[in-house]
């Protein structure tokens, strides 16, 4: 089966992805913490933001190379970095990421190979985090970044937002992905040979009253709703009550008492320095 990505790469898609980049951003890059590195890949990069916000960190000749398949995605990415005077930051390269468009020279040289939010989206996981695995050189870091879709809560419950939620992460399977994914980090590292290092969350939630509560909880509206096609399609969820948990999701945004949880899985591991 092809990999096929469920979000597509419309202008409202690629909105929804800078609005998420701008709520997660920071709070990644802790978890990342780039220092010293001087060459850096970012495998799936999208609209190129997070992968600017890590070369941002980086000593100035150091060197950054994102691979995205998406023309389209690649596109906004370049343009992205042209409108913020940022050209010369990153590498932009189109590419599959089981088969990254590396010269041979590069292969086995990288001090960090990162990706996020992209796993769960291929049928191969594990041949995505292999050639991260030969990309980077010995002592090197792999860090992979994603989604388990089972860590989502929200309280006071909003009726048939869950049901939603599940309806639409199964369309997952339907394409041969896996949305639990994120569980299954710190496994991919040790099956290619890295040594873990690191396991830990990315907590992505809050409740009203923060800021960004309102632009957390559109985010997750906007991906049910790009979903909400495919989950009638596939008749995982009637018409009807697909849009009126969209409906009770909007009603929920709007309650003084609302929260909401959610987990980015994330893992490091280091490719071992003898072997
Ligand atoms: C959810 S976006 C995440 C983008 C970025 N990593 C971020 O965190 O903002 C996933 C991206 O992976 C790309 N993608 C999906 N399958 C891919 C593949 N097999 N090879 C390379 N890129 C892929 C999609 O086109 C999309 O731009």
Same mark, same amino acid.
């Not at 990342?32 to 001087?38: F, H, I, K, V």
């Not at 690649?74 to 390269?93: C, K, Q």
């Not at 496994?187 to 969350?201: I, R």
């Given at each position: 089966?092809?990999?096929?990505?469920?979000?597509? %790469?419309?202008?409202?898609?690629?909105?929804?992805?800078?609005?998420?980049?701008?709520?997660?951003?920071? =709070?990644?890059?802790?978890?990342?913490?780039?220092?010293?590195?001087?060459?850096?890949?970012?495998?799936?990069?999208?609209?190129?933001?997070?992968?600017?916000?890590?070369?941002?960190?980086?000593?100035?000749?150091?060197?950054?190379?994102?691979?995205?398949?998406?023309?389209?995605?690649?596109?906004?990415?370049?343009?992205?970095?042209?409108?913020?005077?940022?050209?010369?930051?990153?590498?932009?390269?189109?590419?599959?990421?089981?088969?990254?468009?590396?010269?041979? %020279?590069?292969?086995?040289?990288?001090?960090?190979?990162?990706t996020?939010?992209?796993l769960?989206?291929?049928?191969?996981p594990l041949a995505v985090v292999e050639t991260m695995f030969?990309?980077?050189?010995?002592?090197?870091?792999i860090?992979l =970044?994603?989604?388990?879709?089972?860590?989502?809560?929200?309280?006071?419950?909003?009726?048939?937002?869950?049901?939603?939620?599940?309806?639409?992460?199964?369309?997952?399977?339907?394409?041969?992905?896996?949305?639990?994914?994120?569980?299954?980090?710190?496994?991919l590292l040790?099956q290619v040979?890295a040594?873990?290092?690191?396991?830990?969350?990315?907590?992505?939630?809050?409740?009203?009253?923060?800021?960004?509560?309102?632009?957390?909880?559109?985010?997750?509206?906007?991906?049910?709703?790009?979903?909400?096609?495919?989950?009638?399609?596939?008749?995982?969820? %009637?018409?009807?009550?697909?849009?009126?948990?969209?409906?009770?999701?909007?009603?929920? %945004?709007?309650?003084?008492?609302?929260?909401?949880?959610?987990?980015?899985?994330?893992?490091?591991?280091?490719?071992?320095?003898?072997?």
């Amino acid at each position: 089966m092809k990999d096929q990505y469920v979000h597509g %790469s419309s202008e409202k898609e690629q909105r929804r992805l800078a609005l998420m980049n701008k709520l997660i951003n920071q =709070a990644c890059l802790l978890a990342l913490d780039p220092g010293a590195e001087e060459l850096v890949l970012d495998v799936g990069c999208g609209t190129g933001e997070f992968t600017r916000a890590i070369a941002r960190c980086l000593p100035e000749k150091s060197k950054v190379i994102a691979v995205e398949r998406d023309p389209a995605q690649l596109a906004t990415a370049v343009d992205r970095a042209l409108a913020e005077n940022e050209a010369e930051l990153v590498d932009f390269r189109v590419g599959e990421a089981a088969f990254l468009p590396l010269k041979r %020279s590069e292969l086995g040289s990288f001090d960090l190979a990162h990706t996020r939010f992209l796993l769960e989206h291929v049928n191969n996981p594990l041949a995505v985090v292999e050639t991260m695995f030969e990309a980077v050189r010995k002592g090197g870091r792999i860090v992979l =970044a994603d989604d388990d879709h089972d860590t989502l809560r929200l309280w006071p419950e909003p009726p048939g937002v869950m049901d939603a939620w599940r309806a639409y992460f199964e369309t997952y399977r339907k394409k041969g992905n896996d949305p639990f994914v994120g569980r299954r980090l710190v496994q991919l590292l040790h099956q290619v040979g890295a040594e873990p290092q690191k396991n830990t969350m990315v907590f992505y939630g809050g409740c009203s009253g923060m800021r960004e509560f309102q632009g957390i909880v559109h985010n997750l509206y906007e991906v049910l709703g790009g979903a909400a096609e495919d989950v009638i399609q596939a008749k995982l969820m %009637s018409e009807k009550n697909y849009i009126n948990a969209l409906y009770a999701l909007r009603d929920f %945004s709007r309650r003084p008492d609302a929260a909401l949880w959610y987990g980015i899985n994330w893992a490091e591991g280091m490719k071992p320095k003898f072997s």
